[in-house]
Each structure stands twice: as structure tokens, then as C-alpha cells.
């Protein structure tokens, strides 16, 4: 591995992440195809809805000046038929590059090594593992995804000086300014769906689309937990039709509301339900994976946050506060648990920080199990 290695890899990867929230169910992956010279010939990332693949946009572009080249990509080359098109392997080994840079395995058993091992039976060098950590949290959701049949989540959380959430009355309250909020829009960009609880809808009758100029079309998924189906119909949610709402409700013979939810636009999910007849947040998000989603948002309140953290189902945690308190009314983040209950665990570890002017945004990345036997010790 080389300098230059790191370095087209690292360009590899700003593209991957063009792609994330747009190409599910399949993972966002950034390829390039270098010359001998260093010239750059052609360059690709996974296309919207999952095809093209990243590198046979690439190598596309690259045209013949492949041959002989070092190719770069972030996940292993798929090698497994699909009917849509020859396995990027198969595509590399017909281009004839010298070389060909990979980040990381893909774990897909589909996949798993083959790729790998396709291209190096072509007499083509291949050299692993570069930059791997990064290209991992660029594919955190696709490896998440085929490894422990889930998407990974990130939990987003905004709160006042003393910790507490505003309370919504029938509509948003805002307890960070403008460019914060507008980094959360980003995130949503970046995620294929976005999670809330069925209070959240009432008490902030939210939109959950992405709202950045030129950025409406990468609003997620916006999936509500709703055991009951009492989501009302005039909710805003179903004011853009252009962008999907599933309820996931109750699994039982029959639901309240379905055909007038059905009519406003949304999809009905049923999801079978703990002893207590709630919604169980593991098969929610079991379900959310069998329909190819890799990336979840959970913008929900409270109880929503808590549930993903007790059920050890946080990846990532982004939690933006605001300078002033959010007040006497304001809310746990956790529903009886303040942020020390995520940030003081000793599962999280903070690893980047960003002020938008007078707020303050943390982000925190699990690095070990956090139960709820291991949190009570």
C-alpha cells in the first residue's frame, strides 16, 4: 500500500458517500480507475436505487484506458448473478487492469471473498484492507444489514442547555437555530428512512422530509411506529405524496383506520407484537431490513429513544444542544433518563464535535454491547 494508494481510496470514498440514503437496498460504494501516468480516467458511484453498480460506471467512463490500470473501490466487487447486468468481478477481469485496490470484504455471503477471488484467478494483483475502518463506516448500514439482519441506526437527539427536550404542542419547537437544524436535514439526506413514534406525529404534526435547497428528492423513508393506527389522516405526513410513509402497526386480523390511511397515501406494515401487545422495535427493524433498508434515522421522542437504546439497537448518535434551557416542561431525552444514560455509559465514545454558531453538536459511535444488565452495573 502506498501513499497514492490512501489517496485515490480516500477519493473513492467522498463518493460513496454521495450516494447514502439513495441506493437501497444496496450499499453506497465509490469507485475510480487510475492510469499509469495518474491520471484519473473514470470515476462512479452507486446510482440511485442500487444500479448501476459504482464501478461499472466507472469503468464505462474509463472506456479502454482501464487496461492496464489500478482500479480502486471501497467494497469488494460483487461476484454473484443477479439478472440485471454481468458481476462487477466479471467486469473488472474484462477490463484488464494490473491492479485493483479494495477497502473492504463485502460480508454478503453472496459475495464474501469470491469477488477477491474471481479477479485474482485473472493474474490481476489485488491489494486489501485500504483505508478499511473508513470504507466500514461508509458501509456500516449494507454490512449491519447482511450480518445481523437489521439497518444500522442512528439516533438523532436535539436538547436545551439543561439537557431536556422541548415539548411540541400540535407543532415543531426548535431548540437549536437555523444552520444546526439544517445539518439534521443533512442527515436525513444520508439515511434511506427515518424513524418516529406515533406522540412525536401528535405532538409536533412533523413533515420529516428533507428540506435543504435542491434536497427534496433525498427525503427517506418516513416510517412511524403506530400499534394502533391512530395517525390522523391530515397529518402532514401525507402532505408530499412524492416521498413514502409506512405505518408500522399492530400485526392482528384487523386495524382500525387502514382503508382512510391507505387512501391518504400511507402503507400499512404490520409487525408482529411483544407479550405486552406493543410493537417489538427488533422485529420493526427486522422488517425495515427485509425491505432493503440499511440506514435508519430515529427522530422519534422519548420512548422511541429509549426503546432503541435499551433493545442495544443505537450504531451512532448524533445529539445537537442548544444554548438555552428547553424549560420547566421540557422532556427526558430518554423517558426518565438524561443524556448521561447514552454519553456516560461507557459504550459510546465521542468522536467528532461541531459548533453551528451558538449550538453545539456531538457524535457518538458505539464500541461495545450496551444491554440493559450491562448499563445497570
Known amino acids: 500500500m502506498s501513499v497514492s494508494d490512501e489517496e485515490h481510496m480516500a477519493q473513492a470514498l467522498r463518493l460513496a458517500r454521495r450516494g447514502l440514503g439513495l441506493t437501497w437496498p444496496n450499499p453506497s460504494v465509490g469507485s475510480i480507475v487510475v492510469m499509469p501516468s495518474g491520471e484519473v480516467a473514470g470515476r462512479g458511484w452507486t446510482a440511485p436505487g442500487g444500479r448501476p453498480h459504482a464501478e461499472a460506471i466507472a469503468l464505462e467512463h474509463a472506456g479502454t484506458k482501464a487496461e492496464g490500470s489500478t482500479i480502486y473501490v471501497t467494497l469488494e466487487p460483487c461476484a454473484h448473478e443477479n439478472g440485471r447486468g454481468m458481476p462487477c468481478a466479471d467486469l473488472i477481469v474484462a477490463a484488464g487492469p494490473k491492479r485493483v485496490v479494495i477497502g473492504m470484504r463485502d460480508p454478503d455471503t453472496r459475495t464474501a471473498g469470491r469477488g477477491i477471488d474471481l479477479i485474482k484467478a485473472a493474474g490481476i494483483e489485488v491489494e486489501e484492507g485500504v ?30 442547555a439543561d439537557g431536556l427536550m422541548p415539548q411540541g404542542h400540535g407543532e415543531p419547537v426548535w431548540i437549536t437555530g437555523e444552520d444546526a437544524r439544517a445539518h439534521g436535514h443533512l442527515l436525513r439526506a444520508r439515511n434511506d428512512a427515518i424513524l418516529v413514534g406515533r406522540g412525536t406525529i401528535f405532538a409536533d404534526d412533523p413533515t420529516l422530509t428533507c428540506r ?10 418516513r416510517v412511524v411506529l403506530d400499534n394502533r393506527l391512530r395517525t390522523p389522516p391530515d397529518a402532514k405526513l401525507f402532505d408530499d405524496p412524492m416521498v413514502p410513509v409506512w405505518l408500522l402497526c399492530a400485526e392482528t386480523e384487523s386495524q382500525p383506520n387502514t382503508e382512510v390511511l391507505h387512501e391518504h397515501g400511507a402503507e400499512i406494515v404490520p409487525v408482529p407484537v411483544d407479550d405486552h401487545g406493543l410493537i417489538d422495535i427488533h422485529d420493526a427493524m427486522e422488517t425495515l431490513a427485509d425491505r432493503g433498508i440499511t440506514r435508519v434515522l430515529v427522530e422519534g421522542g422519548p420512548s422511541v429513544a429509549r426503546s432503541v437504546l435499551d433493545a442495544d439497537l443505537v450504531d451512532e448518535a448524533v445529539i445537537y444542544q442548544g444554548p438555552n434551557p428547553a424549560g420547566a416542561d421540557g422532556l427526558t431525552p430518554f423517558a426518565g433518563d438524561g443524556l448521561d444514560r447514552l454519553t456516560a455509559s461507557g459504550h459510546f465514545i465521542l468522536i467528532a464535535s461541531r459548533a453551528f454558531g451558538p449550538d453545539r453538536m456531538t457524535y457518538w459511535r458505539r464500541i461495545r454491547t450496551c444491554s440493559l444488565a450491562l448499563s445497570a452495573a
Open 131 to 160: 483505508l478499511s475502518k473508513e470504507a466500514a463506516a461508509v458501509t456500516l448500514g449494507h454490512v449491519i444489514r447482511v450480518t445481523r439482519g437489521r439497518p444500522a441506526i442512528t439516533l438523532k437527539l436535539a436538547v436545551g
Open 212 to 221: 435543504l435547497p435542491g434536497m427534496s428528492c433525498r427525503s427517506p423513508v
